[in-house]
């Protein structure tokens, strides 16, 4: 990417984990989910970039997402700054925080963490080819998508013109498949991508322009913000006060000049399981899938598992997905309509609708083994060199068994080193800590008795993740 002026990539993390369902969940949206092997689409956003000096990474993430957007970074040996939000308002506000944090002549260069694009060398060209119109004509710059089926889960973006460079006519919200049809017919619309180029000067005026009010209070948040190092976190407070809405509505929609760059590479937003579905059938060597399934005249039929056993027998045209405690059965064309699914599973108030029986943390995960009124029970798992807070519970004691490696532990103001087989009980309202100072993982079964097992009855004195 070469251009003049200074790139800040930004990256929007976002998502609430519903489209891929039950894969992806509200702690675990599907950017950071190695679908292929030893790879995610968060990790494959960043990789493809061809950054120089004049370019710095920007992420805008959930702040309780944080720490799996660093663990990707990590594995690829990048870095980035991060602006974290305490609550999501959508992609319009978090665009806006990106335009605040850079300086005026910085270029823009937005995209989700949650795409996938095949060809990066003509990904990176695009990038060049619209930073130069944005930097020239001061206007924003979209990517659309040349489509290649009348699909009608994305928006589209007519536009006219010919070369590399389009004027976009107007944006359409998803169409049914009878105007999709026409579209394609018509041949100058193409897919909205959610990708963007734009100064952040041009940036800024567009809000100043097109939502005040929203600008008001995004400029009230911005200057009412915490920094610690590399994170600038945005209070819930403030992020409360500002409307959700999406940068098309708010902003693309009420510009009057705005250029578009057709991309013609392999692209999706990974938006169902049916596109995923034909993106993993189509890269069966990468798939990360175990091979647990048999189908007997079975036709048409994907099957995804991430370890139960499946046997298809005489059914078609179905996707079947098996993850962790929930599986789901969708006749296929019909994913859309998992997200109703889950809205009616939520209003049952089944937990699996919303969290996974495990969840990563900064330190390394957790999973659930046992949950009844009086007593719950989990296997932890502390990575090399990581640390609990120093907590206290108000409504639970703790029994802890190592079952791996060699446990630090702080119990009030006495610290004890415990080797597999070993055992302590944590008292109601002691202060404690679980580390790990050693080269491989550390493995402990925590059994809680008490009245109450929620998260929030953690009491954090002192945390090595400012949480």
């Keep these: 990417m070469e251009t003049s002026s200074a790139l800040t990539v930004v990256i929007l993390s976002g998502g609430s984990g519903s489209r891929l369902w039950p894969s992806s969940r509200a702690s675990l949206p599907k950017q950071f989910i190695e679908f292929q092997k030893e790879t995610t689409l968060f990790g494959n956003t960043v990789n493809r970039l061809n950054t120089t000096q004049n370019t710095q990474i920007i992420i805008v993430s959930n702040k309780a997402h944080n720490f799996l957007c660093r663990r990707e970074l990590k594995k690829l040996g990048r870095g980035a700054s991060y602006i974290l939000e305490e609550v999501g308002r959508n992609t319009a506000p978090a665009i806006l925080m990106a335009a605040l944090n850079a300086t005026e002549d910085d270029l823009l260069v937005i995209m989700p963490a949650d795409h996938w694009i095949e060809d990066s060398s003509a990904f990176n060209q695009i990038i060049q080819t619209a930073s130069k119109i944005a930097a020239s004509e001061d206007c924003w710059v979209t990517f659309g998508i040349k489509p290649t089926e009348p699909q009608t889960g994305y928006g589209y973006i007519q536009a006219i013109g010919k070369g590399e460079k389009r004027a976009v006519v107007s944006f359409t919200e998803k169409p049914d498949l009878k105007t999709a049809n026409s579209y394609l017919a018509e041949g100058n619309y193409y897919w909205n991508s959610g990708i963007f180029v734009v100064s952040a000067q041009k940036c800024i005026k567009s809000f100043t322009q097109h939502q005040p009010e929203l600008y008001k209070a995004a400029v009230t948040c911005w200057e009412n913000k915490d920094i610690n190092n590399d994170e600038i976190t945005l209070r819930k407070t403030h992020l409360d006060k500002i409307p959700s809405i999406s940068v098309d509505y708010a902003i693309l929609e009420k510009e009057a000049n705005i250029a578009m760059v057709p991309f013609e590479g392999h692209w999706s937003d990974v938006g169902s399981w049916d596109s995923l579905s034909k993106l993993l059938e189509a890269d069966k060597t990468n798939s990360s899938s175990p091979d647990n399934s048999i189908q007997i005249d079975t036709k048409n039929t994907f099957i995804q598992s991430s370890s139960r056993t499946i046997a298809a027998v005489g059914v078609e045209d179905l996707i ?141 004195v002192s945390d090595p993740y400012n949480r």
């Excluded at 296929?332 to 309509?337: A, I, M, Q, R």
């Excluded at 004691?397 to 004890?416: C, D, I, M, P, Y």
């Excluded at 009245?451 to 009855?457: L, V």
């Design 320 to 460: 079947i997905v098996d993850d962790d405690n929930a599986t789901l059965v969708v006749q296929k064309g019909k994913s859309e309509k998992v997200k109703d699914a889950l809205e009616m599973l939520k209003a049952l108030n089944i937990p699996a609708a919303r969290e996974h029986s495990f969840e990563y943390r900064p330190w390394g995960m957790f999973e659930n083994l046992l949950d009844s009124a009086i007593c719950k029970v989990k296997r932890l798992t502390v990575n090399s060199g990581q640390h609990l807070s120093l907590q206290y519970h108000h409504k639970r004691s703790e029994h802890w068994v190592v079952v791996q490696g060699k446990a630090t532990v702080q119990l009030e103001k006495e610290r004890l080193y415990l080797e597999p087989g070993q055992s302590i009980d944590i008292p109601l309202g002691a202060q404690h800590a679980l580390g790990n100072d050693t080269d491989e993982d550390v493995i402990v079964i925590e059994i809680q008795m008490g009245s109450y097992f929620g998260e929030d009855d953690i009491v954090r």
